[in-house]
């Protein structure tokens, strides 16, 4: 067992759910590169027991007899105010399911599709900073073959929380259009492909899927009825469609999924986003090793998924940061490593920047003038050691 363990508490009608949810948790946790041991499942009473100075996150499931739930417990977990998501069956009877102490929490309802509680378990990952709060996709397809299948899957997603790129939706008037689109892939956790018909005959669309494998970026392929994988599509996540996953009569550019499809590809989506995430940290990590290591720095990958950078009396730390550096994210970063025992001399966010628009860049070196943490690209690391090495 982790001396640190991320810590997941689990209360009210929980039992029901555990074996479920224990799963789930298991299979994300791997995803994203951690030993099982890395993770603890609590539950009721156990959980007053738990490591205080571990990372902790709870969720509670309601049920009738809510307001006579262990009141002692709950204020106990509250008293430390870490993320404790609510899960219901109905959020129109949310106060009656939840005990009063919940009852300022916002909270969810059980999406029965989602039988794995991918989107609750990604939630709660979240609040430990292992997943980013920016749940973004990218629909690659063409257009005189799935508009409308396009646009169904952008609302739908978009209202399940997801940041949704579409073509036709996320380029202003007057923007360079390949250059948004290639920054928003770039950006994306995962890429969903409609492979209809006459997908691979754009070289748009063929390279949409290239650059999404060049930057590990999750592919989640929608197979239509008929079409088999190609050899430019080996690494990507299938799923298959059948002629009952759509409405009407005919397959063409104005057909629609059925409401259960929808729901199945969106479950799909949230389960890929942990590996997605993981894929890219890991190519993050790895190049900056490789280069650190080169120049004769020692380097130490730590639990919180840091890295800590040495050469003779020169100490720094790196935090991997997935798609485009926020300028709150930048604060975190900073925040993390401020008046801590690390002490180190030089605090610095790793990025890919591969795809991203040139003005974005910009910005983040702008930023780097005045910011006590610095956003470094991938391609800029061996320049950065180098001068850190002479400083």
């Not at 770039?186 to 748009?204: G, I, M, Y």
Request: proline share 5%; net charge negative.
């Amino acid at each position: 067992m982790s001396d640190f363990p991320y810590q997941i508490g689990l209360l009210g009608d929980c039992g029901r759910y555990k074996e479920r949810l224990r799963s789930t948790f298991e299979q994300r946790f791997e995803d994203l590169g951690f030993q099982l041991s890395d993770f603890r499942l609590l539950c009721g009473t156990g959980i007053a027991k738990r490591n205080r100075r571990a990372p902790f996150a709870a969720m509670y499931f309601g049920h009738d007899d809510a307001h006579n739930d262990n009141a002692e417990l709950l204020e106990d977990v509250l008293s430390d105010s870490p993320v404790v998501l609510p899960v219901v069956d109905d959020l129109s009877n949310f106060s009656a399911k939840v005990h009063p102490l919940i009852w300022p929490i916002n909270g969810v309802e059980i999406d029965p599709h989602d039988t794995g509680f991918e989107r609750d378990v990604g939630a709660v990952i979240e609040s430990f900073r292992l997943l980013r709060k920016d749940r973004r996709l990218f629909v690659s397809y063409k257009r005189d073959d799935a508009r409308q299948i396009a646009v169904q899957l952008y609302e739908a997603l978009d209202e399940r929380g997801f940041d949704v790129f579409l073509d036709t939706h996320g380029v202003p008037p007057g923007e360079d259009f390949q250059s948004v689109l290639w920054h928003r892939l770039a950006d994306s956790d995962v890429v969903v492909v409609l492979d209809a018909p006459h997908f691979f005959e754009s070289r748009w669309t063929q390279e949409e899927l290239a650059r999404a494998h060049a930057t590990s970026v999750q592919v989640l392929h929608l197979l239509w009825p008929g079409r088999t994988a190609s050899n430019e599509a080996a690494l990507n996540s299938f799923l298959p469609l059948k002629n009952s996953d759509f409405s009407g009569q005919k397959i063409d550019d104005e057909a629609q999924l059925v409401e259960g499809t929808v729901e199945k590809i969106a479950v799909k989506v949230e389960s890929l986003r942990a590996r997605a995430l993981a894929a890219r940290h890991r190519f993050l990590v790895d190049s900056f090793c490789k280069q650190a290591r080169s120049l004769g720095f020692d380097i130490e990958v730590q639990p919180t998924r840091h890295l800590v950078f040495r050469r003779q009396e020169k100490k720094g730390v790196v935090t991997p940061l997935v798609g485009v550096p926020s300028a709150e994210r930048l604060h975190e970063v900073h925040q993390a490593f401020d008046d801590t025992v690390i002490a180190p001399d030089s605090v610095w966010a790793l990025y890919d920047n591969r795809g991203l628009l040139p003005i974005t860049i910009d910005h983040l070196n702008w930023l780097n003038v005045s910011l006590p943490v610095k956003a470094i690209s991938t391609s800029d690391v061996a320049r950065e050691l180098r001068n850190e090495a002479q400083t």
